[in-house]
């Protein structure tokens, strides 16, 4: 059996840790025959609902598990750490936009950048989830300069599942038969799904989604509106935030990035963007990937019309806006 890894989940006493950790420790992000030792990491009046936690790990009697280190201190939660699953923030209340969060979650991530310079592995893959979750990963790639900043990532796959969930839906298929619908730009309600690019598999045949859904009305109109709002329907329907779903989309963008992407295929994710398809440079922006020996490469060429275009630019100035109002409350 391998090694085991050090694997650091922040907020771990809240709610998307909650299906995270299960997750993990059962092999589904890492592989079945990956060990890990489990570092959680929550603030002090979390110690004991964390303790909780702790318990139920035991008691899920999952052999992958050699090891669990909850924790207050940042130096300890993030020591030789391999993955870093940065969940811990504030959630976003009904009739919030999810950068309303900004001046109190992006110091959270100044400290933790911080924390994962001096202790983490240099390889170490970074994962940001809590909001406004593009910002806080630059935030912490830009306090964190002794690792490479491609390993900081942001999580749009949520978006993603939503999007090929709908489409599916739509099409009357599995969702596994559709493939590469493209979350560019924010994790916010100015993302643009973007499905022109996206297959369906249907009769055993693969086809452009687009075309097989058909609605032009529907992928430029509503499609695109319900998946940029589907957090705030779900936290309108539940009163608390997406927390299974956000927890299975984080799972699956790690798992990307650890076993690759299938050859054809590409997954979505915020990296620190170089400029690629004429976006604002140096904010995290949603882009196609393909990954292999866990590093990402943007899918390149792909035809960008002047609707997509509208949308993408968009985004991306709201990325910019928020960028600057982040480094100005980090640097207060
Ligand atoms: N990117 C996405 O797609 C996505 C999806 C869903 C939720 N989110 C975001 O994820 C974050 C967490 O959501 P949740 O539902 O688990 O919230 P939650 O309130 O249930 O849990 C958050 C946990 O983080 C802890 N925490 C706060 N500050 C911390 C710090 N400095 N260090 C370590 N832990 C800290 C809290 O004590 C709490 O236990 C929120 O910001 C939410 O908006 C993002
Ligand atoms: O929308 C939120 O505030 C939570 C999360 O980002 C989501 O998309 O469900």
Redesign the pocket.
């Known amino acids: 059996m391998a090694q085991p890894i050090r694997v650091v989940i922040?907020?771990?006493?809240?709610?998307?840790?909650?299906s995270l950790l299960y997750q993990i420790a059962k092999g589904d992000v890492f592989g079945p025959s990956q060990p890990v030792i489990l570092h959680l990491?929550?603030?002090p009046?979390?110690m004991g609902?964390?303790e909780g936690v702790v318990m139920e790990l035991a008691d899920c009697a999952l052999p992958l598990i050699h090891g669990v280190v909850p924790t207050?201190d940042?130096a300890v939660?993030f020591k030789d750490v391999e993955a870093a699953f940065l969940?811990?923030?504030?959630?976003?209340k009904q009739g919030m936009e999810?950068k309303d969060?900004l001046s109190a979650?992006v110091t959270?991530f100044k400290?933790?950048g911080q924390a994962l310079d001096q202790h983490a592995k240099k390889t170490v893959k970074v994962l940001?989830?809590?909001?406004?979750?593009n910002t806080?990963a630059l935030v912490c790639s830009r306090y964190a300069p002794s690792i490479p900043r491609e390993n900081f990532t942001?999580?749009?796959?949520?978006?993603q599942n939503r999007a090929q969930a709908n489409i599916a839906a739509r099409l009357g298929v599995n969702v596994a038969d559709v493939k590469n619908v493209i979350i560019w730009g924010n994790?916010s309600s100015t993302q643009y799904p973007d499905v022109k690019h996206a297959t369906v598999t249907k009769g055993g045949a693969s086809k452009n989604a687009y075309e097989a859904v058909a609605d032009e009305a529907y992928l430029k109109g509503e499609f695109v509106s319900t998946i940029q709002t589907r957090?705030a329907a779900v936290i309108a329907a539940r009163k608390?935030?997406?927390?299974m779903?956000?927890?299975k989309?984080?799972g699956d963008h790690m798992k990307s990035i650890w076993q690759g992407t299938a050859p054809g295929e590409w997954v979505s994710m915020g990296v620190v963007s170089d400029g690629s398809y004429g976006v604002p440079a140096d904010v995290v922006y949603s882009f196609p990937v393909t990954i292999k020996d866990k590093k990402w490469t943007i899918v390149q060429g792909l035809p960008i019309d002047d609707f997509a275009r509208s949308k993408m630019d968009l985004t991306g100035k709201e990325l910019l806006e928020e960028r600057a109002e982040a480094l100005a409350v980090c640097q207060d």
């Open positions: 922040t907020g771990a006493a809240g709610q998307i840790a909650y990491l929550d603030i009046p979390m609902v964390l207050a940042p939660a969940v811990g923030a504030m959630p976003r999810r969060l979650n959270i400290v933790q940001v989830v809590g909001n406004p979750a806080n942001a999580m749009t796959r949520l978006d994790h957090g608390m935030s997406s927390a779903s956000a927890a989309a984080a």
